[in-house]
């Protein structure tokens, strides 16, 4: 099992967006919304998801976030029970499913070897599978730009892409800690990421 998060950043670059071509394979992307997500955000992320990867998006109801991904002791949810709860109540739908949420979410992160348990991130998705999630609740500057980004980013690791080491530019490319990574990416995938997504 693969899955890869997104962590806080911290500044701000305005870049033109460019697209991938169709995603032919998965056709329709489903985006639930958790919580209390705004609708307005909910069709934000569906017309960047629309116009990034030129395929069919379609929103399903609102639910609640599962009770079963509270953190003990923490305002946090694990970001990986989130992705289990979409698993299994989605396993029927034909596609991507990207829950959105204004809660903070969480997961073990390893950076230089030690292990940061309920580390807060913005994203978590599995690597060429169904699921994955986007929080907006650590969005507290560039919030438009960064929830665009977090969330191509996302449904690229579903679509079978894992983190870019080729160009720091590139959509994909791994924050690993360091603040201001999303904000510096382009809202593009380099030609090698493009070339791997599994169409």
Excluded at 122 to 149: A, E, M, Q
Excluded at 150 to 179: F, P, Q, R, W, Y
Aim: proline content about 3%; overall charge positive.
């Amino acid at each position: 099992l693969f899955i890869s998060s997104c962590e806080k950043q911290e500044t701000s670059v305005v870049v033109k967006p460019k697209v991938v071509k169709s995603v032919k394979t998965q056709k329709t992307i489903f985006v639930v919304p958790m919580g209390k997500t705004s609708n307005f955000d909910v069709n934000y992320i569906v017309n960047e998801l629309k116009q990034f990867y030129k395929c069919d998006v379609k929103v399903l109801p609102k639910v609640e976030t599962p009770a079963i991904a509270k953190v003990n002791g923490l305002k946090r949810y694990r970001a990986i029970d989130i992705l289990n709860f979409l698993s299994t109540k989605y396993k029927k739908n034909n596609g991507k499913v990207l829950a959105l949420t204004d809660g903070d979410i969480c997961t073990d992160r390893e950076l230089n070897g030690i292990v940061y348990k309920n580390w807060g991130v913005f994203g978590l998705g599995r690597l060429n599978d169904k699921p994955c999630v986007i929080s907006t609740n650590r969005f507290k500057t560039n919030y438009y730009d960064r929830l665009s980004k977090v969330t191509i980013h996302e449904i690229g690791h579903t679509l079978g892409l894992s983190h870019c080491d080729n160009d720091k530019n590139c959509l994909m490319s791994d924050a690993k800690g360091k603040g201001g990574q999303v904000d510096s990416e382009k809202k593009w995938m380099c030609d090698k990421c493009r070339k791997k997504i599994k169409l």
